[in-house]
């Protein structure tokens, strides 16, 4: 399996999760707002030149009273820079075959290597839809308090956060 940026040649349009509008986002919006007006970046898993998984990827902040207190703990009380994971999905015949978690974990890359070489990163955060909140639980994403009105797009998602510290700490570096 490749992961690699999207492309405007790439072919979108067979692509099925079973999710309509995670579908529909990246048949019509991914590469207009990678392309055209830099909303994010998708990256998409590919086996046999076939698109079987994407993940898309924008700069975000959050504020410092949403953090959870042992990540709050020394820093200063204004919002924080994280990379926010804002869609993922994988195509329905290959969901349960680990592309969703290398896809996370090459985001989680992303965010080490942000924060080491790029520009200040504190974490990963994701709006968790109801189904996959223990997907993310389970690489150690962590809820975080939903500011009000800050989910009015996604009702029925939850915030979740990684932060970088822990995922150097899961690769054993530091
Ligand atoms: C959620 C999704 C991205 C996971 O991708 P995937 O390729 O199917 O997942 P993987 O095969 O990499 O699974 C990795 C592990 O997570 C577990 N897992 C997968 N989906 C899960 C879920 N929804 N809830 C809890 N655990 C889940 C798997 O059992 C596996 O565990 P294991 O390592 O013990 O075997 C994918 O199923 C999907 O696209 N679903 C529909 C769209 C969606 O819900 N997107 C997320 C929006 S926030």
């Known amino acids: 399996m490749e992961i690699r940026v999207l492309l405007p040649s790439d072919d979108r349009s067979s692509f099925r999760s079973g999710n309509v509008e995670l579908d529909r986002f990246f048949q019509r919006f991914a590469g207009q707002n990678q392309f055209r007006v830099q909303l994010g970046v998708t990256h998409i898993a590919l086996e046999a030149g076939r698109i079987v998984g994407f ?12 953090l959870p207190a042992a990540v709050r703990k ?10 926010r994971l804002s869609r993922m999905a994988v195509s ?26 790029k520009l200040g990163c504190l974490g990963v955060v994701v709006d968790a839809k109801a ?33 970088v510290r822990r995922i150097r700490s899961a690769l054993g570096s530091h």
């Open 55 to 66: 993940v898309t990827v924008s700069a975000a902040q959050v504020k410092w009273a949403d």
């Open 74 to 83: 020394g820093l200063p009380g204004y919002p924080v820079p994280v990379l």
């Open 92 to 117: 329905e015949a290959a969901q349960g075959g680990g592309i969703g978690a290398a896809l996370l974990r090459h985001v989680n890359l992303m965010a080490v290597e942000l924060a080491a070489n």
């Open 131 to 163: 189904e996959a909140t223990g997907f993310y639980a389970r690489y150690g994403f962590i809820e975080l308090e939903a500011e009000e009105g800050a989910l009015a797009d996604h009702p029925d998602a939850t915030p979740m956060f990684l932060s």
